[in-house]
């Protein structure tokens, strides 16, 4: 086991969170940038009007989402423990 393949293997974890993370951040960050321009076009200054919004768009996206994340999840693990006799070497 060499320096090169552990950072390749921290490299591929690191994109998988990121890949099972976006749906849920990237669908925030919509629904946080539509109801800041909403804000700002009505003079609305309320600071608690994002979170809701926001709370059900996450969880929303997590149920849809939801099976993919953990079928890539499931795959990524199998991969790592594949990878177990190359580790052992």
Same mark, same amino acid.
């Given at each position: 086991?060499?320096?090169?393949?552990? =950072? *390749?293997l !921290?490299?591929? =974890?690191?994109?998988?969170?990121?890949?099972?993370? =976006?749906?849920?951040l990237?669908?925030?960050?919509?629904?946080?940038? +539509?109801?800041? !321009?909403? /804000? =700002?076009?009505?003079? @609305? /200054?309320?600071?608690?009007l +994002?979170? &809701?919004?926001?709370?059900? &768009?996450? %969880?929303?996206?997590l %149920?849809?989402?939801?099976?993919?994340?953990? *079928?890539?999840?499931? *795959?990524f +693990?199998?991969? @790592?423990?594949? %990878? @177990?006799?190359?580790m &052992?070497?």
């Open positions: 086991m060499s320096i090169g393949f552990v =950072a *390749n !921290i490299g591929q =974890a690191v994109l998988q969170v990121l890949l099972m993370a =976006a749906p849920m990237g669908m925030g960050l919509i629904v946080g940038l +539509t109801v800041s !321009i909403f /804000q =700002a076009t009505t003079s @609305i /200054q309320e600071q608690t +994002t979170f &809701v919004p926001k709370l059900v &768009v996450v %969880l929303g996206s %149920l849809v989402f939801g099976s993919w994340i953990v *079928n890539s999840m499931i *795959n +693990t199998m991969r @790592i423990f594949g %990878l @177990i006799p190359d &052992v070497r």
